[in-house]
């Protein structure tokens, strides 16, 4: 029993007990390890899977999808068969009220006599189902719905035809027709189903309708008793006399555009007065538009052009700069007289100039300046625009006068049809009030005969249609139920065929697969198309280095691993070498890889052989990497070597090597197979997809563990992705 110590990702280690993994005593701890897209390394530190999830099942069904398909198309394809051959029937129900009552029997309405249901109203029941049942109706029925269409003709029907007349074909389709009709009473009621049976939903359901229509139709002519066809005759007569009354009328109305006629001649002849009185308002504005015209002209001739604004006289001159340059030429002599002596030159041109200033100011002020302005007269604007005015509404008025003048002349012809117009409507109108006179009276009269005739068959017909017969339609069709059952057949012939096949199956083709089958967790998985330059495979290679250098036994570190395969191809040995490359050329290891498995030897370069700890050993082209030369210049190779010797071989080699890999197959299995097992440090098998099978894997553990080897985990080799990507992403 050996106890391993698995840090998990928070750091908390978690314990597993590996009873079968090896049965040599130590403890072996390992850190987690990932592999990203589509070449996965698995976490070394959770436990294998134990259940099948619904990823697995996916991936089991399209591995076998061919076999599946098979299996579940030959049930499809025989219900579909079924189903297309079958024939779907519907059924059409329609219920009649059969109404057995005293009043209906004619009987005395005071006379307390019992209300159920007597022995003549039983037979009046049955006599009812006889008459639906007859073959007048269903002639009736079979004409009005056509022959072809209740029962289109057959293959065969050209020849049938040859032996008989249509009266035969007639006859077989009411037998046929009688054979399809159910006329039932409903035990315990006077209630009778009528039903009809048809592979044409429409065809059933209108055939049961038109049958029971012909029925009642076929009863009432049975029962009818016309007495009021004479006074429908004349109210019709007189109806129609009516209609072409009321037509002259709107045709005269729309002719003459009345729509009443009294207030239609009110509103012509208030409008012929609106517009004489607006014609008189604008001859007396005109005549005063004329008058004030002539009196404007009149004052504007006699007012003056311009009248006096204003008078000024002043001795100041526009422009006039005297005074101001006065004081300017003061206060430079103040300045001038603090600067300078007197009597100075400056001084003197200062004061010239201001006796100069001064006495042309003086020399001013004895000339006075006067002025006079006049202005255009004011009132001469407010004459003119007054009187522009006055023309432009003398103008206006004769204009409306013109349009008046119109108006009156539409209005009275409007006037003048409408005289015309009022002897022929009115003469229309009275003989519409003495045909409607006609019309009620008859009416009246037919009305009340047709409730008697109607009272009187009332009493004698007691049958109502209590359902129509497109309310309750049944469907009789085993195409749904075929074809399901044909589904679920495919479904489970194709479901028992997958897990058969999957049951019988010896191969791996997940990896989770190869963790519950074996118990051990999967470092790395490599893809069947990966190439070695890739990033997923350059990934896991990467991550199995890792997880191998930083896994402890007993708190020494791995220097040993072994690597053991079932199988006899190379792909073991593609993996050792890829590892021993990434130890040597970018962990920077002093690595030796030890290939067992396959007989093509490693890239070697010509260089020296040496034997170190019993390996006979030369340089390969990748720098830090050393490969075994010869097995029979081994001494470790040697199946005649005991153990002791091997354990003091194997430390030589850890000690002249970082890293040792060994990798050997079952076939090739001996006794130094199984030394390599309890020598190495710790041992990985390799599973190949779709090609290790489960008793040789099974067989390879348990010859580790017998071995008293250390079991580090497996290798998937040869990955296949069966799913597409976009149902991996969502299983």
């Given at each position: 029993?050996?106890?391993?110590?698995?840090?998990?990702?928070?750091?908390?280690?978690?314990?597993?007990?590996a009873?079968?993994?090896?049965s040599?005593?130590?403890?072996?701890?390992?850190?987690?390890?990932?592999?990203?897209?589509?070449?996965?390394a698995?976490?070394?530190?959770?436990?294998?899977?134990?259940?099948?999830?619904v990823?697995?099942?996916?991936?089991?069904?399209?591995?076998?999808?061919?076999?599946?398909?098979?299996?579940?198309v030959?049930?499809?394809?025989?219900?579909i068969?079924?189903?297309?051959?079958?024939?779907?029937?519907y059924?059409?129900?329609?219920?009649?009220?059969?109404?057995?009552?005293?009043?209906?029997?004619?009987?005395?309405?005071?006379?307390?006599?019992?209300?159920?249901?007597?022995?003549?109203?039983?037979?009046?029941?049955e006599?009812?189902?006889?008459?639906?049942?007859?073959?007048?109706?269903?002639r009736?029925?079979i004409?009005?719905?056509?022959?072809?269409?209740?029962?289109?003709?057959?293959?065969?029907?050209?020849?049938?035809?040859?032996?008989?007349?249509?009266?035969?074909?007639?006859?077989?389709a009411?037998?046929r027709?009688?054979?399809?009709?159910?006329?039932?009473?409903v035990?315990?009621?006077?209630?009778i189903?009528?039903?009809y049976?048809?592979?044409?939903?429409?065809?059933?359901?209108?055939?049961?309708?038109?049958?029971?229509?012909?029925y009642?139709?076929?009863?009432?002519?049975?029962?009818?008793?016309?007495?009021?066809?004479?006074?429908?005759?004349?109210?019709?007569?007189?109806?129609?006399?009516?209609?072409?009354v009321?037509?002259?009328?709107?045709?005269?109305?729309?002719?003459?555009?009345?729509?009443?006629?009294n207030?239609?001649?009110?509103?012509?002849?208030n409008?012929?007065?609106?517009?004489?009185?607006?014609?008189?308002?604008?001859?007396?504005?005109?005549?005063?538009?004329?008058?004030?015209?002539?009196?404007?002209?009149?004052?504007?001739?006699?007012?003056?052009?311009?009248?006096?604004?204003?008078?000024?006289?002043?001795?100041?001159?526009?422009?006039?700069?005297?005074?101001?340059?006065?004081?300017?030429?003061?206060?430079?002599?103040?300045?001038?007289?603090?600067?300078?002596?007197?009597?100075?030159?400056?001084?003197?041109?200062?004061?010239?100039?201001?006796?100069?200033?001064?006495?042309?100011?003086?020399?001013?002020?004895?000339?006075?300046?006067?002025?006079?302005?006049?202005?255009?007269?004011?009132?001469?604007?407010?004459?003119?625009?007054?009187?522009?005015?006055?023309k432009?509404?003398?103008?206006?008025?004769?204009?409306?006068q013109?349009?008046l003048?119109e108006?009156?002349r539409?209005?009275?012809?409007?006037?003048?049809?409408?005289?015309?117009?009022?002897?022929?409507?009115?003469?229309?109108n009275?003989?519409?009030?003495s045909?409607?006179?006609?019309?009620?009276e008859?009416?009246?009269?037919?009305?009340?005969?047709?409730?008697?005739?109607?009272?009187?068959?009332?009493?004698q017909?007691?049958?109502?249609?209590?359902?129509?017969?497109?309310?309750?339609?049944?469907?009789?069709?085993?195409?749904?139920?075929?074809?399901?059952?044909?589904?679920?057949a495919?479904?489970?012939?194709?479901?028992?065929?997958?897990?058969?096949?999957?049951?019988?199956r010896?191969?791996?083709?997940?990896?989770?697969?190869?963790?519950?089958?074996?118990?051990?967790?999967v470092?790395?998985?490599?893809?069947?198309?990966?190439?070695?330059?890739?990033?997923?495979?350059?990934?896991?290679?990467?991550t199995?280095?890792?997880?191998?250098?930083?896994?402890?036994?007993?708190d020494?570190?791995?220097?040993?691993?072994?690597?053991?395969?079932?199988?006899?191809?190379?792909?073991?040995?593609?993996?050792?070498?890829l590892?021993a490359?990434?130890?040597?050329?970018?962990?920077?290891k002093?690595?030796?890889?030890?290939?067992l498995?396959?007989?093509?030897?490693?890239p070697?370069?010509?260089g020296?052989?040496?034997?170190r700890?019993?390996?006979?050993?030369?340089?390969?082209?990748?720098?830090?990497?050393?490969?075994?030369?010869?097995?029979?210049k081994?001494?470790?190779?040697?199946?005649?070597l005991?153990?002791?010797?091997?354990?003091?071989?194997?430390?030589?080699?850890?000690?002249?090597?970082?890293?040792?890999?060994?990798?050997?197959?079952?076939?090739?299995?001996?006794?130094?197979?199984?030394r390599?097992?309890?020598?190495?440090?710790?041992?990985?098998i390799?599973?190949?997809?779709?090609?290790?099978?489960?008793?040789?894997a099974?067989?390879?553990?348990?010859?580790?563990?017998?071995?008293?080897?250390?079991?580090?985990?497996?290798?998937?080799l040869?990955?296949?992705?069966?799913?597409?990507?976009?149902?991996?992403?969502?299983?």
């Amino acid at each position: 029993m050996r106890t391993a110590r698995i840090p998990a990702s928070g750091g908390e280690p978690a314990r597993r007990t590996a009873g079968a993994v090896g049965s040599s005593g130590g403890r072996m701890s390992m850190p987690n390890a990932a592999q990203p897209n589509a070449t996965e390394a698995m976490q070394a530190t959770e436990p294998a899977p134990l259940g099948f999830t619904v990823r697995d099942f996916l991936i089991a069904t399209f591995y076998h999808i061919r076999l599946v398909l098979v299996f579940a198309v030959i049930p499809l394809v025989i219900a579909i068969g079924a189903a297309l051959t079958s024939k779907t029937e519907y059924t059409a129900n329609s219920l009649l009220l059969v109404i057995v009552t005293r009043e209906v029997n004619s009987q005395n309405v005071t006379d307390s006599g019992p209300s159920v249901m007597t022995i003549e109203g039983l037979k009046q029941v049955e006599s009812e189902v006889q008459v639906i049942e007859s073959a007048d109706v269903a002639r009736a029925t079979i004409e009005q719905i056509g022959i072809d269409r209740l029962y289109p003709p057959g293959r065969l029907a050209a020849l049938t035809d040859l032996f008989g007349t249509s009266e035969d074909r007639m006859d077989k389709a009411v037998a046929r027709f009688q054979a399809s009709v159910r006329a039932n009473v409903v035990s315990g009621s006077n209630v009778i189903q009528v039903s009809y049976t048809n592979s044409d939903r429409a065809v059933a359901v209108e055939a049961t309708d038109a049958l029971v229509r012909n029925y009642l139709s076929y009863r009432r002519k049975v029962l009818e008793n016309p007495t009021a066809k004479i006074l429908k005759l004349e109210v019709e007569r007189f109806r129609n006399d009516l209609a072409t009354v009321d037509r002259d009328i709107e045709n005269l109305k729309a002719k003459a555009g009345i729509i009443d006629f009294n207030q239609d001649a009110v509103l012509a002849a208030n409008q012929v007065d609106s517009i004489l009185q607006r014609r008189r308002q604008v001859a007396e504005r005109e005549v005063a538009v004329t008058a004030q015209i002539g009196e404007a002209e009149r004052q504007l001739a006699a007012l003056p052009d311009s009248v006096f604004d204003f008078a000024e006289t002043t001795d100041a001159l526009p422009g006039d700069e005297d005074a101001n340059t006065l004081t300017k030429l003061l206060v430079s002599r103040d300045r001038i007289a603090a600067q300078y002596a007197p009597g100075s030159q400056l001084l003197r041109e200062i004061d010239k100039q201001i006796t100069t200033v001064r006495a042309r100011i003086k020399a001013r002020q004895d000339r006075r300046y006067s002025t006079d302005r006049a202005v255009r007269n004011p009132q001469v604007n407010y004459v003119q625009n007054m009187l522009l005015s006055l023309k432009v509404e003398k103008d206006s008025l004769a204009r409306q006068q013109v349009e008046l003048v119109e108006q009156q002349r539409v209005a009275e012809q409007r006037l003048s049809l409408l005289r015309n117009a009022e002897t022929p409507l009115i003469e229309l109108n009275r003989r519409r009030d003495s045909l409607g006179e006609g019309f009620r009276e008859y009416q009246r009269r037919a009305v009340a005969a047709s409730i008697e005739e109607t009272a009187a068959l009332s009493r004698q017909s007691a049958v109502r249609v209590v359902q129509e017969a497109g309310g309750a339609v049944v469907k009789r069709s085993l195409v749904l139920p075929l074809l399901a059952a044909g589904v679920f057949a495919g479904l489970l012939f194709g479901g028992a065929a997958g897990a058969v096949a999957s049951a019988l199956r010896t191969s791996y083709i997940t990896p989770g697969e190869v963790e519950r089958s074996l118990s051990l967790p999967v470092i790395a998985t490599l893809d069947a198309d990966s190439e070695p330059d890739e990033f997923g495979a350059d990934a896991a290679i990467s991550t199995s280095a890792t997880l191998l250098l930083d896994t402890r036994i007993d708190d020494a570190p791995v220097r040993t691993v072994h690597l053991l395969t079932p199988d006899g191809d190379d792909s073991l040995t593609h993996y050792a070498r890829l590892l021993a490359e990434e130890l040597a050329g970018q962990r920077q290891k002093r690595t030796l890889l030890i290939d067992l498995a396959t007989p093509s030897p490693y890239p070697l370069t010509a260089g020296v052989m040496e034997v170190r700890g019993g390996i006979s050993v030369t340089g390969t082209p990748v720098p830090n990497l050393w490969a075994l030369a010869d097995i029979e210049k081994s001494p470790l190779l040697d199946i005649r070597l005991p153990l002791a010797e091997g354990e003091r071989l194997m430390a030589e080699l850890e000690t002249a090597f970082d890293f040792i890999i060994v990798c050997s197959s079952l076939q090739g299995a001996s006794i130094i197979t199984q030394r390599f097992c309890q020598l190495a440090d710790g041992n990985i098998i390799a599973v190949q997809a779709e090609t290790t099978r489960q008793p040789s894997a099974l067989h390879l553990r348990d010859l580790v563990v017998e071995s008293g080897g250390v079991l580090l985990g497996l290798v998937f080799l040869n990955r296949r992705y069966y799913l597409p990507h976009w149902l991996y992403r969502r299983a």
